[in-house]
């Protein structure tokens, strides 16, 4: 059985804990449908529960868990129960890292949470045309739940997956290991057979999905990393001069080092085998990002294949 990360278990915690005291002992074979884990990670994740409390950890200041018959129960302790008091700040921060939990598959999105975000929202004065919008990707929600139900029962999928390096799709099938969700978006990381390696998924570019009868066994370790993408050693090296309006590249992308030089630029240099990845970068960053060291053609390149696309449907292109 695989072990997933701290920060998936988590955020799956802080979604199944409202849930459950909310059902008031629901079946655990319920609990495990609805949010798509097996009943060995259940119970794992609920173990943690025992140790969570305040300060001086006496049985009325801590969570505690009663598992039986098959069915489990989860009671808030006295501490939990008492009022906070919440800056404006910190009441929005929770609204917002609510409304987070409320997209995590599997959440009740009429449940407990729900409706005390709705009375928080009220007493800080937003509602729900303004209140902080979270989205965590345009993913549909069938699409989701297969993958949740695939990675639950250790089956694996066929997947129509646009791959946005290469600019162009291909139908794999892939052992997934975890569905997760990172800067936003919702990603699967999964072994793929056509790659013969491990590869991290964006959800919302899987056109289809079919969940097979065949099973697979996953790693025994499963670590995230520290970058969702990291290139390899290999990989040709690219030395770019960013502009000050161009800066957003060297901070959301690996990099081999960044350099500060006048006039407020950054000389950074990373890795891509991708080329369609990288024309597509040098052409949000249009003339604030230089070439300085790699194949000076890209950009051109890109450049001239996007005037042409505009020329055919007679419209102008948009001005830097």
């Known amino acids: 059985m695989s072990r997933p990360a701290a920060q998936e278990r988590l955020g799956r915690l802080l979604a199944i804990v409202p849930w459950v005291v909310a059902q008031d002992g629901p079946l655990i074979s319920e609990v495990c449908r609805r949010f798509g884990v097996s009943e ?74 729900s409706r005390a975000l709705g009375k928080l929202e009220t007493v800080l004065g937003v509602g729900a045309d303004d209140a902080v919008e979270v989205d965590l990707g345009p993913v549909a929600a069938p699409v989701l739940a297969a993958l949740g139900e695939a990675t639950a029962q250790r089956r694996k999928l066929r997947i129509d997956y646009y791959s946005f390096g290469r600019d162009g799709r291909a139908v794999r099938v892939v052992q997934p290991w975890r569905v997760f969700n990172a800067r936003g978006e919702w990603y699967l990381s999964a072994w793929c057979e056509m790659a013969g ?45 960013l502009g000050p309006q161009a800066h957003w ?29 990288l024309e597509r970068l040098l052409l949000r960053a249009g003339p604030h990002a230089r070439m300085v060291e790699g194949d000076a053609t890209i950009a051109a390149d890109a450049a001239g294949r996007l005037l042409g696309r505009y020329r055919k449907t007679g419209t102008a292109p948009p001005q830097p």
Request: glycine residues 8%.
């Open 249 to 277: 590249v060297a901070e959301q992308y690996p990099n081999e080092g960044v350099t500060e030089l006048p006039g407020g630029v950054l000389r950074v240099r990373l890795r891509s085998s991708q080329r369609a990845w």
């Open 40 to 113: 060995r990670e259940l119970l794992a994740d609920l173990d943690l529960l025992f140790l969570c409390g305040v300060h001086p950890f006496t049985p009325d200041a801590l969570i505690e868990v009663d598992v039986s018959g098959g069915r489990v129960w989860i009671r808030m302790a006295d501490w939990f129960r008492r009022p906070l008091r919440l800056t404006a700040p910190e009441g929005l921060a929770l609204v917002s890292a609510g409304a987070a939990l409320l997209a995590t598959p599997g959440a009740d999105p009429d449940g407990a949470l």
């Open 197 to 241: 390696a491990e590869r991290r998924f964006r959800v919302d570019r899987i056109q289809g999905v079919e969940v097979l009868d065949d099973t697979f066994d996953p790693p025994a370790e499963l670590e995230e990393p520290a970058e969702l993408y990291a290139p390899a050693h290999s990989d040709p090296a690219i030395v770019l001069d």
